[in-house]
């Protein structure tokens, strides 16, 4: 595998990247399309997020390898692939890595939301907030966005939201900070 960066371009407010992984046979650059203008996000820290939780959610920090496994079940279910085998997407290992934190929110003892925060360099970055297709717009985003969050209370935090959850990052105070598009 040879990674070679193709263009590089960059400004104040926008940040747009080119990168292709060449492999025998992959189609060049310039047949790939690129996709719609994506944004980074920040929220300054110190401001706590009040704000009721969700009814029946009980939010759990994941620590074992099994609640690891649960959690990658739903993360992959919230963002619409089929689940794999466990750990496909994070070897336990992680779970010893004291910059992370695995959350999982759970209804009646089923996981239905989750998140993480990786706090590193004076920055919390929040990744995976997704909740289950069926239990959306019950405010289970918000309360697992706010949980990862308090992994850095004071740090100003950064994310890269879907289009769908542009408006509840909005809502926690996230702003708009440079867009990019992939290629």
């Known amino acids: 595998l040879n990674e ?35 944004s980074w996000r920040v929220r300054t820290g110190a401001a706590r997020l009040a704000g009721d939780m969700a009814p029946g959610l009980v939010i ?9 496994a649960d959690f990658e079940r739903a993360a992959s279910l919230g963002f619409g692939s089929p689940p794999g085998p466990a750990f496909t997407w994070h070897a336990p290992p992680l779970l010893l890595d004291p910059r992370l934190q695995l959350w999982r929110g759970r209804l009646a003892g089923d ?16 990744y995976g907030v997704t909740t289950l297709p069926q239990y959306r717009r019950r405010g289970l985003g918000t309360a697992l966005t706010r949980h990862a969050l ?17 408006g509840l990052y909005g809502r926690l105070g996230f702003r708009r900070f440079t867009t990019f598009r992939a290629w």
């Open 111 to 126: 996981t239905v939301a989750v998140s993480m925060g990786f706090a590193e360099a004076g920055v919390l970055g929040i």
């Open 60 to 68: 759990e920090q994941v620590h074992e390898a099994a609640g690891l």
């Open 4 to 38: 070679k960066p193709i263009r590089l371009l960059g400004d104040s407010a926008t940040y747009t990247c080119e990168i292709a992984r060449r492999l025998p046979g992959a189609p060049a650059v310039s047949a790939a399309v690129p996709s719609r203008p994506r």
């Open 150 to 166: 308090e992994g850095g209370p004071s740090l100003p935090a950064v994310l890269q939201p879907s289009s769908m959850a542009e």
